[in-house]
T-cell receptor, first 114, second 114 residues
Framework: GENVEQHPSTLSVQEGDSAVIKCTYS??????FPWYKQELGKRPQLIID?????GEKKDQRIAVTLNKTAKHFSLHITETQPEDSAVYFC?????????????FGKGTKLSVKP | GAGVSQSPSNKVTEKGKDVELRCDPI?????LYWYRQSLGQGLEFLIY????????KSGLPSDRFSAERTGGSVSTLTIQRTQQEDSAVYLC????????????FGQGTRLTVV
């Protein structure tokens, strides 16, 4: 079925290093790809998103890249800090592009060690 | 309201009982999603409402689960004859109509079936 695959499930890095999380999606009609950060016990919150007419987007230490041909997108966090530790979820709209629902990957638990 | 509001925040129920979970989306948001998050797991899609369109119920795990949205605003997720495996945090999110934009999450309802 249509889904979103996310890797790795856990990621541990040293403070200051970069972290990369990758996702693939199945529906070629998907056109919106948000990334959410969920701290322990809190609600998921949007950190960055990208639309299918853009290949890359950057916001300070966070960047997202999209390869529509290969149907994958990635989150890059540079100069990681302990407060970046959280679970990160990628998502994609499925079943009809802008009218479709939002399907999430299974999440990546990022640990940044001081 | 200022954000997505869910009630109750916590619910403990006996196996076999029915429960109703409520979601008040952000005013003006006509897209509404329900997700389920088991302990340490990802965001499992349940159901999606978009305006007056027929809801996408493809994520509902069994016929014990149902949801409705009255007046295009408040939504209620109902679980009949609850089972222990229904224990999870149920998250609601809403976004603007017509163009997929940021989906804002509520704090969730933690359901425990004993």
């Amino acid at each position: 079925g249509e889904n979103v695959e996310q890797h790795p499930s856990t990621l541990s890095v040293q403070e200051g290093d970069s972290a990369v999380i990758k996702c693939t999606y199945s529906d070629s009609a998907s056109n919106y790809f948000p990334w959410y950060k969920q701290e322990l016990g809190k609600r998921p919150q949007l950190i960055i998103d990208i639309r299918s007419n853009v290949g890359e987007k950057k916001d300070q230490r966070i960047a997202v890249t999209l390869n529509k041909t290969a149907k994958h997108f990635s989150l890059h966090i540079t100069e990681t800090q302990p407060e970046d530790s959280a679970v990160y979820f990628c998502a994609a709209t499925l079943r009809g592009g802008s009218q479709g629902n939002l399907i999430f990957g299974k999440g990546t638990k990022l640990s940044v060690k001081p | 309201g200022a954000g997505v509001s869910q009630s109750p925040s916590n619910k403990v129920t006996e196996k076999g009982k029915d429960v109703e979970l409520r979601c008040d989306p952000i005013s003006g948001h006509t897209a509404l999603y329900w997700y389920r998050q088991s302990l340490g797991q990802g965001l499992e899609f349940l159901i999606y409402f978009q305006g007056n369109s027929a809801p996408d119920k493809s994520g509902l795990p069994s016929d014990r689960f149902s949801a409705e949205r009255t007046g295009g605003s408040v939504s209620t997720l109902t679980i009949q004859r609850t089972q222990q495996e229904d224990s999870a945090v149920y998250l609601c999110a809403s976004s603007l109509r017509g163009r997929i934009t940021e989906a804002f999450f509520g704090q969730g309802t933690r359901l425990t079936v004993v």
